[in-house]
């Protein structure tokens, strides 16, 4: 078992170090190429941001585990909002915009509610509890909307250096890198996702078997939360610089990303079937994402430590919940 937690934790570390190498070395290039900041922030930091779930749901359908694969994709979702709202709210106390509150939220809240349904009304399949690649598609559709109003808004509300300020977190703020700089970290950033990703989704599978529960609860756990260490770290940073304000829109921003994007293509290239328990999940994460709305509207657009130490308690009930079901 412990040699399943070292190559769970080399994995995930592995994972995080590469997705950083990524985006800092695809966005060094697009500045080289003098690609505006608006572009790179709806693509390079938008997707490659997303790319550790992305390559650990890879990894684990190319082995056949369908169930770390949803665990995953859930998981995280779960996790950004119970765990991660919930710790940064306790540090401090997060403001909510106008815009995420009338379109992101009720965004998230639409693909969640999507996702739920795709997953278990076996329309496009024989038998339900399975994403089809129709399935999969529908939710590329809601990415497409979703980066549509994104570039719309960004056009019209604001000039291309606001914008820039707004994600300056992830894009690096050096001066320009040569091209065969970034395209050395763009390597090295896949090479490290790659070999992340297969050492993730084997020590997950074996710290699985070792502790006698489903892949599946390692995959909405231990992977969730570890691919979603990005969220955490930047949603910390931004409470503690006094820009809480930022937290709920990255957390929102991840979760529509997730569910679209990670869920939509991998689904798209081969179905996933849903796990047992695995409609507990679903309904778990619709539920923490509409919880968001009520609670942004109320204490004048914040939510305040209680808040969070409810979303907290809630996340924490949830995984015992689940666990006890598994066992």
Do not use: W
């Not at 997060?94 to 009720?106: A, D, F, H, N, Q």
């Not at 509610?113 to 939710?139: C, K």
């Not at 109003?149 to 250096?161: G, H, I, Q």
């Not at 969220?231 to 997730?258: C, F, Q, R, Y």
């Amino acid at each position: 078992m412990l040699s399943c937690s070292l190559l769970l934790a080399a994995g995930l570390a592995m994972l995080l170090g590469g997705g950083n190498l990524l985006v800092r070395g695809a966005s060094g290039i697009a500045r080289s190429l003098n690609v505006s900041p608006l572009v790179i922030g709806l693509t390079v930091v938008a997707f490659g941001t997303s790319a550790p779930e992305l390559v650990v749901n890879i990894a684990a359908l190319i082995r056949g585990n369908d169930g770390l694969a949803f665990g995953n994709v859930i998981g995280s979702n779960i996790s950004n909002t119970g765990l991660i709202l919930g710790l940064t709210a306790l540090v401090s106390p997060l403001r909510v915009t106008g815009m995420v509150i009338v379109r992101e939220i009720p965004m998230m809240i639409l693909v969640a509610l999507v996702a739920v349904i795709t997953g278990i009304d076996g329309v496009f399949t024989a038998a339900a509890d399975s994403f089809s690649r129709p399935d999969g598609l529908i939710l590329l559709l809601l990415l497409v909307v979703f980066i549509f109003y994104n570039v719309k808004d960004a056009l019209r509300r604001r000039s291309e250096e606001e914008y820039l300020v707004q994600v300056e977190e992830h894009i690096p703020s050096r001066p320009k890198e040569s091209m065969s700089i970034g395209g050395i970290m763009v390597l090295a950033g896949l090479g490290l996702l790659a070999a992340g990703g297969k050492l993730a989704v084997t020590g997950a599978v074996g710290l699985a078997s070792a502790l006698g529960v489903s892949d599946a609860l390692i995959g909405l756990t231990v992977i969730a939360v570890g691919t979603s260490l990005p969220e955490l770290a930047t949603s910390m940073i931004a409470a503690l610089k006094n820009e809480p304000e930022l937290a709920v829109g990255n957390v929102v921003g991840s979760n529509i990303i997730n569910l679209s994007l990670i869920l939509g293509l991998v689904c798209t290239v081969s179905p996933v079937d849903v796990p047992a328990g695995g409609r507990l999940d679903l309904v778990a994460m619709l539920l923490f994402s509409l919880i968001l709305l009520p609670v942004s509207l109320t204490s004048r657009r914040k939510i305040t430590r209680i808040e969070g130490a409810a979303l907290l308690s809630g996340y924490c009930a949830y995984v015992v919940v689940r666990a006890l079901c598994a066992g």
